[in-house]
């Protein structure tokens, strides 16, 4: 359940206690600090702590994993170091399950996959390419897929993760001609041109101090193209 809001911010939260907070990462609103200066997600969770205990000094707050700018959906962050370092050992065991909505282009041959690849990225570009193992920064990617519904030219499909590459979802679709929905850098001419389809719509993980599994789901903004042609709700998620 939501926890109320009661300070002056525009923070989205799912979920809150002494040692986590669960909250909603708009589309194109950084995660955490970057280059750019630009306001960001982790800086808005201190900002709301720091607002609403009163805290002096100095908040403290966990960045555990990331989502890229385009990518909106459910983000936790750490507000102790020891809840960080758990939820850290957590997410290198395997003990993170995230999943997420994205609206293809095309409909991928089999209804249900999984994609198997080694990903390099260039730095120079930030752009991320499939590659030989042997390649030098070759890293492992996997993820699962399930189309779920298919409407004309697009389709409505669940990913799972299993490894969280830069990019991995956008290269590893693109890679077999299904680029997402909006996503012009990975599809080129194949893609259509729009808001990224790609939607981080569920995180579940063991409370780093009570070891309860906690499961949070947020939908994508239903009334937005190319979301509306579908029905969210449907979404099954994989096994």
């Known amino acids: 359940m939501t926890e109320l809001n009661e300070t002056k911010t525009e923070l989205e939260i799912l979920y809150e206690d002494n040692h986590i907070i669960v909250v909603l990462k708009p589309q194109m609103t950084a995660c955490c600090p970057d280059e750019s200066k630009d306001d960001n997600l982790f800086d808005q969770v201190k900002k709301y702590i720091k607002e609403k205990y009163n805290k002096p000094g100095n908040v403290y707050v966990g960045l555990v994993h990331r989502?890229?700018?385009?990518?909106?959906?459910?983000?936790?962050?750490?507000?102790?170091?020891?809840?960080a370092a758990r939820l850290t050992?957590?997410?290198q065991s395997g003990d993170f399950e995230k999943k997420y909505l994205a609206v293809l282009c095309g409909t991928p041959d089999t209804q249900r996959g999984k994609l198997?690849?080694?990903l390099r990225k260039?730095?120079?570009?930030n752009m991320v390419y499939i590659c030989t193992p042997s390649e030098e920064g070759a890293k492992y990617a996997e993820l699962d897929y399930k189309v779920i519904e298919s409407k004309g030219?697009?389709?409505?499909v669940e990913v799972r993760l299993y490894t969280g590459r830069t990019h991995q979802i956008r290269v590893q679709t693109a890679g077999i001609s299904h680029p997402i929905y909006?996503?012009?850098r990975y599809g080129g001419a194949l893609a259509q041109k729009g808001k990224l389809a790609l939607w981080a719509y569920s995180l579940s993980f063991l409370h780093p101090i009570t070891k309860e599994r906690l499961k949070f789901i947020a939908y994508p903004p239903e009334a937005e193209t190319p979301w509306k042609a579908f029905e969210?709700?449907?979404a099954v998620e994989i096994k």
Do not use: H, I, Q
């Not at 989502?67 to 809840?83: E, F, H, I, N, Q």
């Not at 260039?122 to 570009?125: A, D, H, I």
């Not at 030219?153 to 409505?156: G, N, P, Q, V």
């Open 116 to 118: 198997c690849n080694y």
């Open 153 to 156: 030219k697009y389709s409505l």
């Open 182 to 184: 909006g996503d012009m």
């Open 89 to 91: 050992e957590g997410l």
């Open 232 to 234: 969210l709700s449907k």
């Open 122 to 125: 260039n730095t120079v570009n």
């Open 67 to 83: 989502l890229d700018r385009p990518t909106g959906g459910v983000m936790v962050y750490a507000k102790t170091s020891k809840a």
